[in-house]
């Protein structure tokens, strides 16, 4: 059974840092093919893409409101997923969510980023 537990969030001042991380279980980073994303959702709004990588590690995206300050990357052997956030800014706040898509989509829990001074 796939497994996700996201951690990390935190309350944090405008122009800080945070590393987010997603410790996957239930498959295999590097025997499955996978897509790993990260998604938010605002109080009182959608849930919205921040940013993905392949299970390749060739190919990361990132929505346009994160780009030039959000950074996706993996650790293999760890099974875990990261999201490295400088420069924040208030608009970022909001519940943060791992997303795997390997041959069903699963969600963790959330962690929770707040920005503000």
């Known amino acids: 059974q796939v497994q996700l537990v996201e951690s990390g969030g935190d309350l944090v001042q405008p122009g800080g840092s945070l590393k987010l991380s997603c410790a996957a279980s239930g498959f295999s980073f590097i025997f499955s093919n996978h897509v790993m994303s990260w998604y938010r959702q605002a109080p009182g709004k959608e849930r919205e893409f921040v940013a993905s990588i392949t299970s390749s590690g060739d190919s990361a995206d990132y929505a346009d409101s994160v780009k030039g300050r959000f950074g996706i990357s993996r650790d293999m052997r760890k099974n875990t997923m990261y999201l490295q956030m400088n420069s924040l800014k208030p608009e970022d706040t909001a519940m943060y969510y791992c997303?795997?898509?390997?041959?069903?989509?699963?969600w963790g829990q959330g962690t929770q980023v707040t920005v503000s001074s």
């Open positions: 997303r795997a898509d390997v041959r069903n989509v699963y």
